[in-house]
């Protein structure tokens, strides 16, 4: 993963500074202040296709985002929500092959949403991975003490969504 989402940046890095160099706009300091649109790179990194559905349970926004991106680069199939409450519709919905979740979260926190996802029978059996940066305890697959490398999350998803 490192290495093709390294290939994907550079790959695009390249194509602005190519792009860059041949405007005619690039002598203006004005110019240079601009971001420039370019197209994508002429050979996208295919991610291997999957049929593994990941659910993304964290309220911070940019960090929700930016796990579901890494994962979808990945080829999962990523649906994610803001707060426990909105997991739970969407965990039955989906029906999950992974739940990552966060425990702190406003609505219903991650310590509420596992209570009701063992409760119901579709979901009492997918495994979740906790992410947290306080040692609370609660049954799950896999933990994940925030912060956390990419890598290690990706590791544990395809080893519990195998």
């Given amino acids: 993963m490192r290495c093709s989402v390294s290939r994907l940046v550079a790959s695009s890095l390249s194509q602005t500074i190519r792009a860059a ?9 004005a110019a240079d202040a601009l971001p420039m649109e370019t197209s994508a790179p002429a050979g996208p990194i ?11 349970v964290e309220d ?4 929700r985002e930016a ?3 890494v994962l979808a680069l990945e080829g999962y199939q990523v649906s994610a929500a803001p707060d426990g409450e909105k997991a739970l519709r969407e965990a039955r919905r989906l029906l999950p092959d992974v739940i ?7 609505v219903m926190n991650g310590l509420q949403f596992r209570a009701e996802q063992v409760r119901d029978p579709r979901l009492a059996a997918v495994p979740v991975i906790v992410m947290s940066a306080f040692d609370i305890e609660v049954t799950a697959a896999a ?3 925030k912060p956390f490398q990419m890598e290690d ?5 395809r080893r519990l969504a195998a």
């Fill in 21 to 29: 160099a041949s405007s005619p706009q690039a002598a203006s300091p």
């Fill in 46 to 56: 295919p991610a291997p296709i999957s049929h593994k559905r990941v659910l993304v």
């Fill in 60 to 63: 911070h926004k940019d960090m």
């Fill in 67 to 69: 796990l579901a991106e």
């Fill in 100 to 106: 990552l979740l966060d425990l702190m979260m406003p």
């Fill in 143 to 145: 933990r994940l003490s």
């Fill in 153 to 157: 999350m990706l590791e544990t998803v």
